[in-house]
């Protein structure tokens, strides 16, 4: 009976064993175990797919941060002394860029372990490895949309305190041209809401006097041509207003990409001028 329990302690283990292998394996997380003592690891396949190694090579923490970039070398190192110090907790955590051994290709790795401690001192660190490069892209684009929704704060503050409006021209590949953003104060300016110009900029278009109408085209095309800031006086047919001046001292945004589909797109401010110091 004995005999038996213990085959069936055996099984379990074996089975809980193949359970966590599974689970490390699904989740893409490579393990490490370090002999501080003999300077040597044993590493998972798992990590060394992440890392880029060969099946043979011998794997130590020098090697290790010789792939780091070099920003992330110190601070690694310091994370394992810290580590293997046994006046501290044993804990290792670390966060660094590498530099893949096989293509040189930079991932973003976040590294776990414990050490263990005999006679104070260490003999043994294992740990985790976890590709995080998504992780930390996501973070930096969510960071990008953080800092520009602020910045569009301060814009709309400003632009609110100016005689005119700020609007996004362009022009797609068949030359429709459209006002993806417009200020609050569009309408004082061109006569038409922010949401009637976001996809379809044409009626604005239609109101540029038609004395004015084709210099206005041959300025926005030769300013798309040569990547050059677009700066123009005209008049327009306000829909509620008659006749103004708008000026528009504009900023060419992007490069023309001249194969197909490509578009141009222009943000500027239009303050309007009154009428009787121009006719």
């Not at 890392?51 to 011998?58: A, C, K, P, Q, T």
Request: glycine share 8%.
């Amino acid at each position: 009976m004995a005999r038996r329990e213990g085959k069936g302690d055996v099984d379990s283990l074996q089975l809980a064993d193949e359970r966590l292998r599974l689970a490390i394996a699904a989740g893409g997380i490579g393990t490490w175990d370090y002999d501080p003592v003999a300077d040597a690891a044993e590493v998972s396949p798992e990590l060394r797919a992440m890392f880029g190694f060969e099946e043979d090579r011998h794997i130590t923490p020098e090697v290790i941060f010789s792939m780091l970039a070099e920003g992330d070398r110190s601070r690694a190192r310091k994370a394992l002394r810290k580590a293997l110090d046994p006046e501290g907790d044993g804990q290792y955590r670390a966060k660094y860029r590498i530099h893949r051994a096989n293509d040189g290709e930079e991932r973003w790795i976040s590294s776990i372990g414990r050490a263990f401690f005999s006679e104070s001192k260490a003999v043994r660190l294992i740990g985790t490895c976890r590709d995080i490069t998504d992780e930390v892209s996501m973070e930096r684009l969510l960071s990008e949309k953080s800092r520009l929704a602020e910045q569009l704060e301060v814009m709309a503050a400003c632009v609110a305190a100016i005689p005119g409006t700020i609007a996004s021209l362009r022009h797609s590949a068949d030359g429709k041209p459209s006002f993806p953003y417009a200020s609050d104060n569009f309408p004082s300016v061109f006569g038409f809401t922010p949401e009637e110009v976001r996809t379809n900029g044409a009626p604005v278009f239609a109101c540029n006097h038609p004395d004015d109408k084709e210099r206005i085209s041959a300025s926005i095309a030769e300013s798309a041509r040569t990547l050059s800031t677009w700066r123009e006086e005209f008049r327009y047919d306000h829909p509620q207003k008659g006749t103004i001046w708008p000026f528009a001292p504009s900023a060419r945004a992007g490069r023309r990409n001249r194969l197909a589909r490509s578009c141009s797109r222009y943000h500027g401010a239009k303050a309007r001028r009154g009428r009787a110091a121009r006719q």
